[in-house]
């Protein structure tokens, strides 16, 4: 079986999920192939590539070399390499990159199968205009996607009912947790004695990075508590480092890390804290992998109740659940948190294991397309 994984912009630092879905794939047999209009400058040695382009300096190149890519696909270099290749499914992460892919795969009749992550059915239409004109496909092309796709992936029972919600069949839509790398030989980690506070996430308005520093400042005043460690880039950087200026010597940027880095500290903190709200825009959590990766790591897990959380925290971690958008609340469930003796780590990360183990959740998705390809040839026979 021949797969393309397909993302518009391939491979931003943050989007470690698509990565291994390429790998998990691979290694269970499948023939994977990242295809992508824009290849940006980083390390993708490791893995086959299909692009259109590689990244463009300069905005308005860009978005020319966009637009000709949007109005012309089917006359694109991506198309024609994707001809050569002939797949048995294209399989795109998020809508927008659907979109984009669609009429290249019902030109050549290769089954869509989309994974939608959170934005691409959560935000309003506002988000979409702001975004124009690299999203127009989208605008335009949703309704036509919502009819070809062969299966549309939701990665949360939360986005499912949304996706529905808003108009795709019931029948094509259902829920496919992403999940994580388990070691072979997997132990619990020990929980960490330390009093240090994890926060692990792109710097934006959903992944509420400030509602964490200021329900810390109003924890140290009243709490043993040690400092706050965050790790993530993005927009808001600045700004949530000038709402800690007063906590400089006990709030720490660290930026981007690489993953080892991340684990690092994910198993030698005791609390991590990642308290998702809804933007402005509307866009929302999809699901929030890194919850289950704090919980394989042994830390308490501590969020806002709305959203997918709930899907993602097992029982032993929903008691550090709070109210959403309450940054009182916050604050007391961080000082659970950090005092509790009794918290259940190891069944936390069982709990993991159990349900959001990357091979076992790809073994399900072969499956998947194993039952999309007999849909699209007519053949049931086995």
């Known amino acids: 079986m021949r797969v393309i994984i397909y993302r518009s912009r391939l491979l ?46 300069g905005k308005f190149s860009r978005l020319l070399r966009k637009t000709i890519f949007n109005l012309l696909p089917n006359r694109s270099r991506l198309a024609r390499n994707i001809r050569e290749m002939a797949p048995d499914i294209i399989h795109a992460h998020f809508a927008p990159d659907a979109a984009e892919i669609l009429p290249i795969a019902r030109r050549l009749g290769i089954p869509l199968i989309v994974t939608l992550h959170g934005f691409d059915i959560t935000a309003n239409r506002f988000y979409y205009i702001k975004k124009l004109p690299f999203k127009w496909p989208y605008v335009l092309r949703h309704k036509g996607l919502k009819d070809y796709a062969a299966m549309v992936l939701p990665v ?121 709200m809804p933007a402005a825009s509307g866009d929302n959590e999809g699901f929030g992998m890194v919850y289950i990766e704090a919980q394989l790591a042994g830390a308490r897990t501590v969020a806002f109740d709305q959203g997918p959380v709930r899907e993602a925290l097992s029982p032993h971690n929903r ?50 397309y194993e039952s999309a390809i007999r849909h699209a040839t007519g053949d049931f026979s086995s």
Do not use: W
């Open 319 to 368: 008691i550090f659940l709070a109210e959403a958008g309450n940054i009182n609340c916050l604050a007391d469930k961080i000082a659970i948190a950090l005092d509790s003796e009794n918290h259940d780590a190891a069944g936390a990360a069982q709990y993991v294991v159990q349900n959001f183990d990357l091979m076992k959740q790809s073994t399900i998705l072969i499956e998947r």
């Open 156 to 276: 949360s029972e939360y986005l499912r009912d949304i996706a529905i919600a808003r108009g795709y069949s019931p029948l094509k839509t259902s829920t496919h947790y992403l999940g994580t790398t388990i070691p072979s030989a997997y132990t619990p980690f020990l929980p960490s004695q330390g009093r240090d506070i994890l926060f692990v996430g792109r710097l934006v308005e959903k992944k509420g990075c400030h509602y964490l520093i200021d329900a810390y400042r109003r924890l140290i005043s009243r709490h043993n508590v040690g400092n706050l460690v965050i790790i993530g880039e993005g927009p808001q950087r600045k700004a949530l480092e000038e709402n800690a200026v007063d906590l400089t010597h006990r709030i720490i940027f660290l930026g981007a890390q690489s993953r080892d880095v991340v684990r690092h500290h994910m198993t030698s903190t005791r609390v991590f804290c990642m308290p998702s």
């Open 12 to 57: 931003e630092t943050s989007e470690t999920f698509i990565a291994d879905h390429y790998h998990s794939l691979s290694a269970l047999g499948v023939d994977c192939v990242f295809a992508c209009d824009e290849q940006t400058l980083g390390n993708l040695g490791n893995f086959r590539i299909i692009s259109n382009r590689t990244s463009s300096k």
